[in-house]
Structures are given as structure tokens and as C-alpha cells.
């Protein structure tokens, strides 16, 4: 079992930074895929980005790559979402997921632990 919130979301002008993160209740936080997901207002939650176990492996949907970065802390039991350069398009509410199954981990029903999410909004 694994408890997780979301933290850091805004409101940022395009082109600035934000760094969200997502701590991790339980001792045993470095057996759990990570993922970030997002939803806009008025769309399904989509897939951002997910991190491996150890931190080695890293995959990015294609509008984010270069732009965001993934990574984790395991002994803060936290992973983090470095977002660069936003755009307007980036707006959504951005949800911590987590899993100890071995997937993919590009796909929602993949996880079964989700945080509250938190809100991001990137003006033009």
C-alpha cells in the first residue's frame, strides 16, 4: 500500500518553470514504477512521463520530451517532474501514479495507487 500527494502546481506565464513532486508514504517505495499523468479540463487523463524502480529507465510522451524531466529520490520517497519551458496546452491537473507490477507503464489502468493531483495553469 502506498499513499501519494502532489505538490509545486500553479500559475506560471509560458516559458517558465515549475517543479512538481510526490511523496511517497510506506518503506518500500523504491519497488514501485512511478508515473506522472495529466488531465485538461474536458479531456482523459493522459499519459507525461514514468520512471523505473532504480531511476535508470525513463519514458516521455512525445509533447514533453526535451521539456520535462523525471526522477526520484528513493530514499525521500519522492519522485519529481521538472517542467520546462510550459505552454498554454500544458494546463491540466498533473496526478502521481505508482505501481509494483512490471508494465510498461505508459498506460493509466497499469497503476493502482494515485495522488489527489495538482493543479497546473500556464497563461499566454
Known amino acids: 500500500q502506498v499513499h501519494l500527494v502532489e505538490s509545486g502546481g500553479g500559475l506560471v506565464q509560458a516559458g517558465a518553470s515549475l517543479r512538481l513532486s510526490c511523496a511517497a508514504s510506506?518503506?518500500?517505495?523504491?519497488?514501485?514504477?512511478m508515473a506522472w499523468f495529466r488531465q485538461a479540463p474536458g479531456k482523459e487523463r493522459e499519459f507525461v512521463a514514468r520512471i523505473s524502480y532504480n531511476g535508470w529507465s525513463t519514458l516521455y510522451t512525445d509533447s514533453v520530451k526535451g521539456r520535462f524531466t523525471i526522477s526520484r529520490d528513493n530514499a525521500k520517497n519522492t519522485v519529481f517532474l521538472q517542467m520546462n519551458s510550459l505552454k498554454p496546452e500544458d494546463t491540466a491537473v498533473y496526478f502521481c501514479?505508482?505501481?509494483?507490477?512490471?508494465?510498461?507503464?505508459?498506460?493509466?489502468?497499469?497503476?493502482?495507487?494515485w495522488g489527489q493531483g495538482t493543479q497546473v495553469t500556464v497563461s499566454s
Open positions: 510506506g518503506r518500500t517505495f523504491s519497488s514501485y514504477l
Open positions: 501514479a505508482a505501481t509494483s507490477s512490471v508494465v510498461n507503464g505508459r498506460f493509466e489502468h497499469e497503476y493502482g495507487y
